[in-house]
């Protein structure tokens, strides 16, 4: 995805000494860098460990347990669809079978191109409006095959 | 052209909902064809009134009341401008006066009296609508006082554990310590919730304002609101409403001028479910994984960084200045039963018309779905319900009779929780939401327990052996063993409640758990 920096160990080390004194600086420095550089190099573990006093083995662990830091650059345009329950009950799944069968794209898997990932997210809190879909943190309700292809990038937008 | 009176205030919604479907184009082209015309308008972003089919819903402040029109696409604008919009004209999208819609007559809006209603991020419009009255009302008692009219007024924790606000709140006034800490659980993360989002775009200063009668009342100089990632906009609308409020004194080293400080900071989760689970939310914020700590001690004696700590949900502590304002008594007149006060309701999923309502708690499941939300989207019958997020259970339509209280819902084994309500129609297949269940729980659970861990796995492995028709009784037979196991073993909810979306399904629609099984037995690709 454009607007990323790229990785490098300079930066992010201003970045964790700029947090390093919060309370609890993990998950804020942690956020702080993939929305600098797009995700968490490998590189970062030994910069905070030694800013915070922690092991390497404690920030890999926070890093890989939570479904938000990637530790790989995005190649292409990020969707996020939700599938909870109250996207379910309109359709989400019909729309994730639809991707692949129309468009050879993979929820959080492979895909027959790298323009765009899409990924499962549970529940973006549109519970009424959808189904709903968070692109570049713009949320997008009602949700149907024509408008998510569009947000994929897969077709332009009618209108 | 334009007299030199003042602007006509005319209101369109910055919540993340109404901008879902469009609410910034309407915008933008309110004010272009009204400059267009030469009318002068003053155009506020308010969040939404929670009429969540009518986004973007536009509202023209007259001299009769505020005139709603919705839903407004951005096509409609001109037309509209044109039809006289800031006196209020005769337009087909017209509703008329917002306060007579049937859906706010039939509210009662104390925690979401001013959502919708005023800019959400201006302190003098937070003000002008009663804000702050209970902060000052509680600055003039002391904490024990504070503590005991929460305790009276029968308020107990909106997160979905129910439990009685007033004493955690005690237990933490009476622990003693150096630092104690404040802490907001907004990791919304049940499906069919979003309540606390509203809020946080709305009404940003409602929750800081509960949080700082926290402080004070235990004695708390350090807080943290723990938010959900997946919300951008209500992330950034809080931040700069914390900057506000310590610009304005009510954060800061003294609130208000009194000798009390708090400091308040809004922290991001990151995608994690379990996180809303307060001791996982807890490892969160001291940035470690979130995995669930055993009980006791409890976190209102060892909470965040060991101290004593109040974690309450958003909507606890949003409801806290209306009872210091007026009274523990009057809020506790509403309600039934032990569940004293308002619900905020959100209803979603395959509904006409969804969106929030707050309502004294005994209000009917069918009231809500039928006479609010006039049924399904789909227009098709409506066939199972879903209340309380992904734990909660799976009722029929025939159980819609159910009061929507703590107690009412727990006796046919349903569950309240944050007060979050998903509709489906009669397409749904049971044995797939029943197989939804464990793989949410395997892919969200913290991986501490065994019985959750290893559990959902195995959920998901028997669900798709019943579904395929393979050994089904001796599959079902294990099903509920299963479930038994992790409903009594699991460390915390998320396993222990787990069975409740899978055993409701399989009670009540056993004709899903029958079926011959067939190839793709997956989603129906038909429909439209």
Redesign the interface.
């Known amino acids: 995805m454009a607007g990323y920096r790229m990785w490098d160990d300079d930066g992010a080390r201003q970045i964790v000494g700029g947090l390093a004194h919060l309370?609890?600086?993990?998950?804020?420095i942690?956020?702080a860098l993939q929305g600098e550089f797009g995700y968490v190099d490998a590189k970062a573990v030994p910069l905070i460990a030694d800013a915070?006093n922690?092991s390497r083995a404690?920030v890999h662990?926070?890093i890989s347990?939570?479904?938000?830091?990637k530790t790989a650059p995005p190649v292409g345009r990020v969707v996020?669809l939700c599938r909870?329950?109250?996207?379910?009950?309109?359709?989400c799944?019909?729309l994730?079978?639809?991707l692949e069968?129309d468009h050879g794209i993979r929820v959080d898997g492979q895909s027959a191109t790298d323009a765009v990932a899409v990924e499962t997210?549970?529940?973006?809190?549109?519970?009424?409006?959808?189904p709903?879909a968070?692109v570049d943190?713009?949320?997008?309700?009602?949700v149907?095959?024509q408008r998510l292809a569009e947000l994929c990038g897969l077709v332009s937008a009618a209108q | 052209m334009s007299a030199p009176t003042a602007p006509v205030r005319v209101f369109i919604p910055v919540d993340a909902a109404a901008l879902s479907v469009g609410a910034e184009a309407v915008a933008q082209a309110v004010s272009r064809e009204a400059a267009a015309r030469g009318i002068t308008i003053d155009l506020v972003r308010n969040g939404s009134r929670g009429m969540l089919w009518l986004e973007p819903l536009v509202e023209v402040e007259t001299p009769q009341g505020r005139i709603a029109y919705g839903p407004v696409a951005a096509r409609d604008v001109a037309g509209l401008v044109d039809a006289g919009l800031v006196q209020g004209g005769e337009h087909p999208l017209r509703l008329g006066l917002v306060d007579d819609l049937d859906w706010m007559k039939r509210q009662q809006r104390l925690t979401f009296a001013r959502t919708g209603v005023i800019d959400p991020l201006s302190l003098s419009d937070y003000r002008a609508h009663d804000g702050l009255a209970g902060l000052k009302a509680a600055l003039a008692l002391t904490g024990a006082e504070i503590v005991e009219i929460v305790r009276a007024s029968g308020l107990r924790g909106r997160g979905g554990a129910g439990f009685p606000t007033g004493i955690k709140w005690k237990t933490v006034h009476d622990a003693r310590a150096d630092q104690k800490y404040i802490v907001c659980n907004a990791d919304e993360g049940d499906s069919g919730t979003f309540a606390d989002r509203m809020l946080f775009e709305g009404d940003p200063f409602l929750t800081i304002e509960g949080m700082v009668i926290a402080a004070i009342a235990v004695g708390a100089t350090r807080g943290y609101i723990y938010l959900r990632s997946e919300y951008p906009h209500a992330y950034r609308t809080m931040q700069r409403a914390i900057l506000k409020a310590e610009q304005a004194g009510i954060l800061g080293d003294s609130v208000l001028g009194s000798a009390h400080a708090f400091h308040l900071e809004v922290r991001l989760g990151a995608g994690a479910y379990i996180c809303g689970e307060e001791t996982s939310l807890l490892e969160s914020l001291e940035g470690k994984r979130g995995v669930v700590r055993a009980k006791p001690p409890i976190p209102a004696l060892k909470g965040l960084f060991g101290q004593p700590t109040i974690v309450n949900n958003v909507l606890s502590f949003a409801a806290v200045p209306w009872i210091l304002q007026h009274g523990a008594q009057v809020y506790a007149d509403f309600g039934v039963g032990r569940s004293r006060g308002t619900l905020p309701v959100q209803l979603g999923g395959n509904v006409r018309r969804g969106g929030l309502i707050e309502l004294a708690f005994g209000i009917s499941l069918r009231e809500i779905i039928e006479d609010l939300g006039g049924g399904t989207l789909s227009g098709r019958p409506i066939r199972a319900v879903q209340v309380g997020g992904p734990l909660g259970a799976y009722l029929t339509a025939a159980q819609l009779n159910v009061a929507m209280d703590y107690e009412a819902l727990a006796a046919i084994k349903g569950m309240l929780g944050h007060g979050g309500i998903v509709v489906f129609d009669d397409s749904v297949d049971m044995a797939q939401q029943a197989r939804f269940a464990f793989a949410f729980c395997a892919k969200e659970s913290c991986g501490k327990c065994t019985p959750c861990r290893i559990g959902a796995t195995r959920g998901v492995e028997t669900m798709d052996k019943i579904i395929a028709g393979t050994e089904r009784p001796k599959n079902l037979a294990i099903l509920r063993d299963l479930s038994k196991l992790m409903t009594d073993a699991s460390l915390c909810a998320m396993g222990g409640l787990t069975p409740n979306p899978v055993l409701s399904a399989l009670d009540h629609f056993p004709e899903d758990f029958d079926r011959p099984a067939g190839p793709a037995k997956n989603w129906p690709l038909a429909a439209e």
């Open positions: 309370e609890g600086a993990t998950l804020p942690l956020h915070l922690l404690e662990g926070t347990f939570y479904h938000d830091f996020k909870a329950e109250a996207c379910q009950a309109l359709g799944e019909t994730v079978a639809q069968r997210v549970y529940c973006l809190g549109n519970c009424a409006l959808g709903s968070l943190g713009a949320l997008i309700g009602r149907d095959a």
